[in-house]
């Protein structure tokens, strides 16, 4: 019986690292293609796709970045990332508050679990009429965009934060309404503190969707060059160059690296925020 045991733990510990390894290709494969490629020339890569570039070429970073409309692009997916942050930052720990903390009312179950419907609803069902609801108010713009990333986070953030609210003592805000603060007070002072691993992790995944999302700047920004993203700028790459591959995946790589530093800065806010949130729940 021991013996069995023994070969089976072996067997499940070969499978398992053969599953990481095949698992770490998957992922890093891709990577290492954009990363070999962007220092080649079109005629190298063309010759030896997978092959290491026999220089470090830097004409495809030089061209790129001398590009002043490069820089309108990521200028535009940063004003558009710093304050829809700003937006989720702002509404999505006050709505929770208030939900979490009035849930025993009528009124406000129905507004969280109205809020709840947005998990099952693919987005391919929603983006036609909010396409045409944009139109009709004239916000095909980087403003519109900002208000809908707002909207639309509101589903994950307050499936995240209400739970996270509620598993929290509300002695803690009693004794702060005896020494005299306000509602307002408790929750800049209080919960804000108390949710912040939580509300660092939203930030941080909103971050990364808002940063590389493709289907509604497509949707909203497409028709004005001017306004266009980075996804949008690669995507209408391959028109622009000719098919210049090598110069796409240096574009990949300098539109990836921003949002790599957030995650890899931030990776241990979002363990410590989920962490946090198995334990209270």
Excluded at 164 to 173: F, L, N, V
Aim: aromatic share 16%; net charge positive.
């Amino acid at each position: 019986m021991r013996l069995t045991i023994k070969s089976e733990g072996l067997g499940w510990r070969i499978l398992r690292n053969v599953v990481l390894v095949l698992g770490i290709i998957i992922i890093l494969g891709p990577l290492y293609l954009v990363l070999v490629n962007s220092f080649k020339t079109m005629p190298e890569a063309g010759r030896n796709f997978f092959a290491l570039p026999q220089s470090l070429n830097f004409n495809n970073y030089a061209e790129l970045l001398s590009k002043g409309e490069y820089w309108g692009y990521v200028w535009n997916t940063t004003y558009i990332t710093f304050f829809a942050i700003l937006l989720v930052v702002l509404i999505n720990p006050t709505v929770s508050y208030a939900i979490a903390r009035n849930s025993h009312k009528t009124y406000y179950k129905l507004i969280y679990f109205y809020l709840l419907l947005g998990l099952f609803v693919p987005f391919q069902v929603i983006m036609l009429p909010l396409t045409k609801i944009m139109t009709g108010i004239h916000l095909l713009n980087p403003f519109g965009l900002i208000i809908l990333y707002g909207a639309l986070s509101l589903t994950r953030g307050v499936f995240l934060l209400v739970n996270y609210i509620q598993q929290m003592p509300a002695e803690i805000e009693e004794a702060a309404r005896i020494d005299g603060c306000s509602t307002f007070q408790i929750y800049y002072s209080i919960i804000l503190r108390l949710i912040a691993p939580m509300l660092v992790t939203l930030v941080i995944m909103d971050a990364l969707w808002f940063w590389n999302d493709f289907m509604l700047p497509l949707l909203l920004l497409n028709k004005a060059k001017e306004f266009w993203t980075l996804p949008l700028f690669q995507y209408n790459f391959k028109t622009e160059y000719s098919f210049n591959y090598t110069m796409a995946f240096t574009s990949y790589l300098m539109a990836m690296l921003p949002i790599i530093l957030v995650y890899a800065f931030g990776q241990k806010h979002i363990i410590a925020g989920l962490t946090e949130g198995a334990v209270k729940g």
